[in-house]
């Protein structure tokens, strides 16, 4: 039988999650909660259920899993509401502002006995699974350094997104997806983390980061967001002991170069403004192959499905709070870097 979901704050993520449980085939959508009168008559237009209080929506008794849609500052609150009803819970990114929050909210669901997990949706997106791939499949070694960026050219959405108090700003927005795809790539402790922030926008949030996260191997990860990027780098690039891996767009396939021999015989110079030069000269197919990966297949529904198999303790939960503590950390971190204007030594 399917768990029956009940959507809290019905805007644009909340509106998307009342969408895929409609759709989907281990929930159904019980109902909508929202303070905006607005978004309560577009629920009703849609046919779906809406509660007049919070209250209602929480002590309905039909309700398995209460999602929290709302804007960063009030996660908190409904989170540990949510969990003293009785009911499983997940949280839309960032779950909070800080590490502390967190850990109060963390501490409430261990006290509860229920599920309690975030939407970190963006483990399913194809250009992260493809660059994951390529690291599993090893054939051009281990990582050195991934980059990982997203640009726009927008600026950041005016609502909520674009003020302090709710937690706006691109770190806490987009930041948090990256540096959890980050860690997944590379799983290792992190012993350093830099950052810097642009506010080219508006002086009240960043608009957009620069972030090197340094791994105790040696490998580093970097995180950059720009909301004034008029021509966008590219998504992924990676380094590898083997060779490098590159994803120009989340819509095209990853581009592979393997090194197949490290020494040329007869390097043919390179002819530039300046000069020639033997060092950026091109490879050929004798020392390098090229080929690309085809795009993973992906569905998001996959995320519901592991919440109902963990609520019923078929399969641990795929987002598991202590990598979501680790993410925080390191958002934590960045604020007091760029804050700081150094790199700041950390063990997480």
Known sequence: M?????????????????????????????????????????????????????????NDERCDIVVIATPNDVHKELVKKAL?????????????????AFDEMAEAAKASGKLFTVHQNRRWDVDFLAMKQIIEEGDIGEPIRIESRI??????????RCHKPYGGGMILDWG???IDQMLQLIPEKIVKVACDVTN????????????????????????????????PMPRFYMQCKNGSAKIEDWRQKAQVAKCLAWHESDVVPVQTAAGITKTM????EI???????????????????????????????????????????V??????????????????
């Open 281 to 284: 000269a091109p490879r050929d």
């Open 200 to 231: 080219i926008t508006t002086d009240e949030v960043d608009d957009g980061f620069r972030l090197n996260i340094y791994f105790e191997s040696g490998k580093t990860g970097y995180v950059e967001v720009g909301t004034y990027n008029f021509i």
């Open 84 to 100: 003293a009803a009785g009911k499983n819970v997940i949280c839309e990114k960032p779950v909070e502002m800080t590490v502390a």
């Open 287 to 329: 020392t390098l192959k090229t080929y690309e990966i085809e795009r993973p297949v992906s569905d998001v529904h996959d995320f519901y499905r592991n919440v109902v198999k963990a609520v019923d303790g078929i399969e641990p939960q795929l987002i598991k709070l202590c990598q979501v503590r680790r993410v925080m950390q």
């Open 176 to 178: 948090v997806h990256l």
């Open 331 to 348: 958002m934590e971190t960045a604020f007091a870097s760029a804050e700081k204007g150094a790199p700041i030594v950390v063990d997480i």
């Open 2 to 58: 399917k768990k029956k979901v009940t959507v809290i704050g019905y805007g644009g993520q909340g509106g998307w999650h009342a969408d895929h449980a409609l759709k989907s085939d281990v929930v159904s959508l019980l109902g909508i909660y929202d303070i905006a009168q607005k978004r309560v008559e577009l629920a009703k237009s849609k046919g779906i259920n809406t509660y007049a209080t919070l209250e209602e929506a929480l």
């Open 151 to 160: 640009h726009g050219s927008r600026g950041i959405p005016s609502d909520w």
